[in-house]
């Protein structure tokens, strides 16, 4: 097939397009070219590459005629925000392409209710991002059944990988948290410490989107979870990652008040943000339906990401990984 991946240079994509160029399909890529791809291959040779800024071509509304005009069998969006964004690209391939695949989020649920949580939970999201996400799934869906453009919408967790700083066990991108359990610190611990986190290697949300492609009759209209076979609680985080360098994780529980006092507006909001969703996502829809295999475990994807950073100097530590 002939196949253009908007944002193929992005977490999940550095993975997706070397895998869909050697199963064989005609990649495009569309990209505004400010950065690499995080993992090199030889695949992206045979890649045709076009610059592109996303975000200004949404403004003049010619952002959706020019993917149209390269008459692709499928088109992934990676980098879909806002659901006016969305419903122009929708519009501008029907008749185009066959099939529409967007990167969601889980986050398009709101507050844990019932775990693990499945495509059809119906708790409302919170924050922009979730409600922006949620309503472009309704709109996607809504476009398949009507009998218009075939749409699949996947819905990743924290994506983790070599390359990125991962989502740590305190729900935020602080770099201290992995210098503090290196050293034996002790660490204070907002909420309970029972709160969950589901994490997803990239390389295995590339899985399901090239399975979604592949199978486009079972993913027509659907959305799916795509996450790890298994999700984290911050204390288990914690004791696993302290293990990492040899360390006992010591904790402390506290208010979150007193957290808040302790770091950053930024990632004081980001723990909330991930915490008090604390979510768990059922992968049983996308095993069933597209054969989805996870590879990875939540803490094997966050460690290889931490490796990378370790290795790459761009991660501070006091002991050495004994993994």
């Known amino acids: 097939m002939r196949i253009v991946v908007i944002g193929g240079s992005g977490h999940v994509g550095s993975f997706l397009v070397p895998r869909l160029v050697r199963a064989g399909h005609e990649v495009v890529n569309l990209t505004r070219g400010g950065r690499a791809p995080y993992i090199d291959d030889e695949a992206w040779a045979e890649i045709e590459q076009i610059q592109v800024d996303r975000t200004a071509e949404d403004v003049t509304g010619t952002f959706g005629k020019r993917v149209a ?13 806002t659901p006016d964004s969305a419903g122009a690209l929708v519009e501008a391939l029907r008749g185009h ?9 889980i986050w398009q649920y709101g507050v844990s209710v019932k775990q693990p949580m499945r495509e059809d939970d119906t708790s409302p999201p919170f924050g922009e991002y979730g409600i922006q996400k ?104 914690l004791a696993i990652a302290a293990g990492w360098f040899g360390q006992t994780a010591r904790t402390r529980s506290v208010s979150w008040t007193e957290f808040r006092s302790g770091t950053t507006a930024e990632f004081a909001d980001s723990s909330w943000q ?38 790459h100097d761009r991660l501070k530590v006091a002991k050495r990984l004994i993994v």
Not at 97 to 105: F, K, R
């Open 69 to 81: 005009s390269l008459e692709a069998d499928v088109v992934v969006d990676m980098i879909c925000f």
């Open 97 to 105: 392409s066959g099939h529409l695949v967007h990167c969601g989020t």
């Open 134 to 237: 949620a309503a472009i799934a309704e709109l996607l869906a809504a476009e398949t059944q009507s009998g218009r453009l075939v749409t699949t919408v996947l819905q990743p967790g924290h994506i983790s990988g070599p390359g990125w700083p991962p989502i740590g066990p305190l729900g935020n991108l602080d770099p201290e948290i992995w210098y503090a359990l290196s050293a034996g610190q002790e660490i204070a611990v907002p909420g309970l410490g029972a709160e969950l986190m589901h994490h997803v290697h990239a390389d295995d949300v590339a899985q399901a989107f090239q399975l979604a492609i592949e199978h486009r009759e079972a993913a027509a209209g659907e959305s799916f979870n795509v996450v790890a076979p298994s999700a984290l609680t911050v204390r288990g985080f």
């Open 274 to 311: 991930h915490l008090s969703r604390s979510q768990y996502a059922s992968i049983e829809k996308a095993r069933t339906l597209l054969g989805y295999a996870p590879t990875f475990e939540p803490e094997a994807a966050v460690l290889e990401g931490i490796r990378w950073l370790i290795d």
